[in-house]
């Protein structure tokens, strides 16, 4: 398989081409032939035509790719080593959806053939590969694991909007369902991961190894989190005792704010909702999930309290919302934690105006039923930086003192202006 690939006799197909999917189809495709496969028909021309749908990757991206892409089956089943790059969100009930990789293990099922491959990168719980995903290729296809065709596990560790940190530098993790098949998607995967990979024992441990990345994140943020409102209550600066905390050696240097996007807000509910199948409720991980998802209705009513001290009027007050997206200098909207800030502000009635230098103004009212403002107003009651963009670093105290009256709240959650704001109330997490 190996040797076919690096010859181009055989072709590679990667499955979702989103912000995980398309970086990898992209850094395949200058070593090997590959077939780039979404179901979305606008975003597979747009792609064609060496856009990234994501906007994450400039056109040069594109440049000398070996790459086709597509939404054909028919095209799809020309592949031999199929890559799995799907979302796997949660419901509004924060239990896992699985319906996208389990649609891709159907495709995958009328498409494959004798001694083909299949790695799987999506983030999923333990076991979910094997016990969810294969079944639905068997299915389909009436092929076995192992004996007709192999499969692995690979997780994703694109970070959106970090130009440091890509497939090509950081070690990838990699597993098969026998020795020969970790040998084979090993050395496929060091085609482009200059940074090498790990060969870990089996399939599930892959999958964990890669939960529990954001699960140990999103638990340091949390306390980070419920640090901030216990010392907000003694009136102590949190980011000033970080930045005293972090000068021990071994101190870790993790931030309080708005957890959202893809990955730390949503895969510990992959690893709690397994848990609780196999007879342990998780305590630890499920109450940092708590604290962080409880933050945008804390910001919400802290703003809520400074406009009451100072406007009787609370449906006259004004509030603007700087950032929108998930987090800074990206266009990622997906499980933005601002839209629950944004939520909760309207539900007391205040007036909110929104702006994002990244954000899809059309892309937030589908998915969150509000649109950005084209123009910063006057007189806001409070102001709150939600996410710290670039662009936001040039204002200064005169910018917020010009749109704000005089008794408002900055309140900057991410600590970004942090000893430049005089002449107004001002609040950091």
Not at 198 to 206: F, Y
Not at 225 to 231: G, R
Not at 253 to 270: E, M, R, S, T, W
Not at 348 to 362: G, K, M, Q, R, Y
Request: proline letters at 3%; aromatic letters at 8%.
């Amino acid at each position: 398989m190996y040797q076919q690939l690096i010859e181009k006799n055989k072709k590679l197909a990667v499955i979702g081409l989103g912000y995980v999917g398309l970086p990898i189809a992209l850094e395949f495709a200058k070593k090997i032939k590959v077939i780039g496969f979404d179901i979305n028909a606008d975003r597979v021309k747009m792609m064609q035509n060496k856009i990234d749908p994501s906007k994450e990757l400039e056109s040069s991206a594109f440049d000398g790719c070996d790459i086709e892409f597509t939404n054909d089956l028919e095209v799809l089943k020309e592949a031999t080593f199929f890559i799995v790059a799907v979302p796997t969100p949660v419901d509004e009930h924060n239990i896992p959806d699985l319906r996208p990789v389990l649609r891709a293990s159907e495709t995958i099922g009328k498409v494959i053939k004798k001694g083909d491959y299949v790695v799987y990168e999506s983030t999923v719980y333990p076991g979910c590969t094997e016990e969810d995903c294969v079944p639905v290729i068997k299915k389909i296809s009436g092929l076995d694991m192992v004996t007709d065709y192999k499969i692995g596990y690979s997780p994703e560790r694109i970070n959106p909007g970090d130009k440091e940190h890509t497939i090509t530098s950081i070690i990838k993790v990699v597993s098969g369902c026998d020795a020969e098949s970790l040998d084979v998607i090993a050395k496929v995967y060091e085609l482009v991961v200059k940074a090498g990979v790990h060969r870990a024992s089996s399939i599930k441990v892959a999958e964990a190894a890669k939960i529990i990345e954001n699960t140990q994140r999103d638990l340091n943020i949390a306390l980070m989190n419920e640090l901030s409102i216990i010392f907000d209550k003694m009136n102590i600066n949190t980011f000033e005792v970080l930045e005293a905390a972090g000068t021990k050696w071994n101190f870790l240097k993790f931030q309080p704010g708005l957890v959202g996007g893809h990955c730390i807000g949503v895969d510990p509910y992959y690893l709690t909702y397994k848990s609780k199948e196999l007879g342990y409720d998780s305590q630890v991980i499920l109450a940092g999930r708590n604290i962080n998802d409880g933050m945008a209705g804390y910001v919400a009513k802290k703003v809520l309290q400074h406009i009451i001290q100072n406007n009787g009027n609370v449906k006259e007050a004004r509030v603007l919302v700087m950032g929108a997206t998930f987090k800074e200098n990206v266009s990622d909207i997906r499980n933005s934690k601002v839209a629950d800030v944004v939520k909760e502000l309207k539900s007391f009635s205040l007036n909110v105006d929104i702006t994002d230098p990244h954000a899809s103004s059309e892309e937030l009212n589908h998915e969150y039923g509000f649109t950005l403002t084209e123009n910063v107003g006057k007189n806001y009651d409070a102001v709150i930086i939600t996410v710290p963009h670039e662009a936001y670093k040039i204002y200064d105290d005169a910018y917020f003192v010009s749109i704000t009256k005089p008794e408002a709240l900055i309140c900057d959650l991410k600590g970004t202006y942090r000893n430049r704001i005089k002449n107004r109330v001002y609040k950091s997490l």
